[in-house]
């Protein structure tokens, strides 16, 4: 079963640049989470997605951050434009409710960007 | 607010029986106990989960008392392998909504030594 797929693996932009990310789920995946991870810190989630519906996007810096899941499947998060302290590692997630899992999430190998 | 706390760091030899206790004192009736693992440049990845007592796999095991205000991951003889932030998380089973509550902490740093 292929993993989570994320692009690009790293990314390098200057400050007020703006910036997109991709993210390929597990097939057959409902749920779709996007995280930003601080070096030295826990993920933090930034939204949730339920199918292409938005559950939870309490987190997410609304001002300057987008995402969308059209057809329920892929995913980009924008970030328009950026500051210095979005640099950091941003990490896509998806989850099944099938078998019993518990919304186990599957991650992939994240985004590192760098903001100069 | 995190509703979880681990502590920061734990060092062990190749081995041995690592135990790591997360405690969550305010879990509620309908919170699962999740532990993550993550290796530099990568994405966590799930260990276990559990609700109540006793939970084991091919990877670990998860100890949870009556209460469930704490629980703790065991890593039976770690290897050098097993260096890596373990993250215990607290969330609901809610399939219609929001899984906010979902947080990671800082995590365990577990560094494994020959």
């Known amino acids: 079963e292929a993993g989570v797929a994320q692009s690009p693996r790293y990314k390098i932009i200057e400050k007020r640049q703006s910036v997109a990310f991709w993210c390929n789920p597990i097939?057959?995946?409902?749920?779709l989470y996007w995280y930003q991870q601080i070096l030295g810190q826990g993920p933090k989630l930034l939204i949730q997605?339920?199918?292409?519906?938005?559950?939870?996007d309490s987190q997410l810096p609304k001002d300057r951050f987008s995402a969308e899941r059209l057809k329920g499947v892929d995913s980009t998060l924008k970030i328009q434009p950026a500051k210095l302290e979005d640099s950091a590692v941003y990490l896509c997630?998806?989850?099944?409710?099938?078998?019993?899992?518990?919304?186990?999430?599957?991650f992939g190998a994240g985004t590192r960007l760098s903001v100069l | 607010l995190a509703k979880t706390t681990q502590p920061i760091s734990m060092d062990s030899y190749e081995g041995q029986e690592v135990n790591i206790t997360c405690s969550h004192n305010?879990?509620?009736?309908?919170?699962?106990i999740t532990w993550y693992q993550q290796f530099p440049s990568q994405g966590p990845r799930f260990i276990i989960q559990?609700?109540?007592t006793k939970v084991t796999n091919e990877v670990a095991s998860l100890f949870i008392p009556a209460d469930r205000k704490s629980s703790t991951l065991s890593l039976p003889r770690v290897s050098l392998s097993d260096t890596a932030v373990y993250y215990c998380l607290v969330g609901e089973e809610n399939y219609g909504g929001s899984q906010g509550n979902l947080i990671f902490g800082k995590g365990t740093k577990l560094s494994v030594k020959p």
């Open positions: 997630a998806s989850s099944s409710r099938a078998g019993g899992t518990k919304n186990i999430q599957y």
């Open positions: 559990g609700y109540k």
């Open positions: 305010n879990i509620a009736t309908n919170d699962y």
């Open positions: 097939s057959g995946h409902a749920t």
């Open positions: 997605f339920q199918n292409n519906g938005v559950v939870d």
